[in-house]
Antibody, heavy 122, light 114 residues
Framework: EMQLLESGGGLVQPGGSLRLSCAAS????????MTWVRQAPGKRLEWVAG????????YYADSVKGRFTVSRDNSENTLYLQMSGLRAEDTAIYYC???????????????WGQGTLVTVSS | DIVMTQSPDSLAVSLGERATINCKSS????????????LAWYQRKPGQPPKVLIY???TRESGVPDRFSGSGSGTDFTLTISSLQPEDVAVYYC??????????FGQGTKLEIK
């Protein structure tokens, strides 16, 4: 059975850094298109970052560009989101999610993890 | 970025009745070369992550009950639940994936039982 398990969330001060991990099981992360989506309290779902499955090209929302980096470790079958320069508005539940196999393209999301809470506050 | 706007923001429907949720995109998400609308619908129940119901605007995900259907093209889309069941209480989101990311979501529609 395919599973995505996020970890690494927590409380961090403004300007701080945090690395989220997403351990994948039941499938191989290599060549899978993956993404991070977040939802702040009372806000809509926000697509944050994604990585293509065939060439590891990455994409970012304007709100996190230059501060967040998405990467994967195929040997660990784990996806990461390195976050720096954190702001109060980054407070949200962060979901790791997977795209179906369309040759590595980022289309609709077919599987989600349970999410990990990131709180940015002093 | 493409802006996705859903209506209504909340909806109360009696059990067994039809529920209709609308989604409008600020530009067309129809790709003319393959005649596909790059639009998905998700359901989010309390305490759970979202779950895809419909993709390519009208293709039902495997395992999704056939009371759920998607329609529309270009900029205007509809999610219809033909006969509301108690387990359908959730927030529903549309998302476009027409452009290169970011792939924007609608603000969500909260569906309740009347």
């Amino acid at each position: 059975e395919m599973q995505l398990l996020e970890s690494g969330g927590g409380l961090v001060q403004p300007g701080g850094s945090l690395r989220l991990s997403c351990a994948a099981s039941g499938f191989t992360l290599t060549n899978s298109a993956m993404t991070w989506v977040r939802q702040a309290p009372g806000k809509r779902l926000e697509w944050v970052a994604g990585i293509r499955g065939n060439n590891d090209v990455t994409y970012y929302a304007d709100s996190v560009k230059g501060r967040f980096t998405v990467s994967r470790d195929n040997s660990e079958n784990t996806l990461y989101l390195q976050m720096s320069g954190l702001r109060a508005e980054d407070t949200a539940i962060y979901y790791c999610a997977k795209y179906p196999d369309y040759g590595g393209a980022l289309y609709y999301i077919d599987s989600w993890g349970q999410g990990t809470l990131v709180t940015v506050s002093s | 970025d493409i802006v996705m706007t859903q209506s209504p923001d909340s909806l109360a429907v009696s059990l067994g009745e039809r529920a209709t949720i609308n989604c409008k995109s600020s530009q067309s998400v129809l790709y003319s070369s393959n005649n596909r609308n790059y639009l998905a619908w998700y359901q989010r129940k309390p305490g759970q992550p979202p779950k895809v119901l419909i993709y390519w605007a009208s293709t039902r995900e495997s395992g999704v009950p056939d009371r759920f259907s998607g329609s529309g093209s270009g900029t205007d889309f509809t999610l219809t639940i033909s006969s509301l069941q108690p387990e359908d209480v959730a927030v529903y989101y549309c998302q476009q994936y027409y452009t290169n990311p970011p792939h924007t979501f609608g603000q969500g529609t909260k569906l309740e039982i009347k």
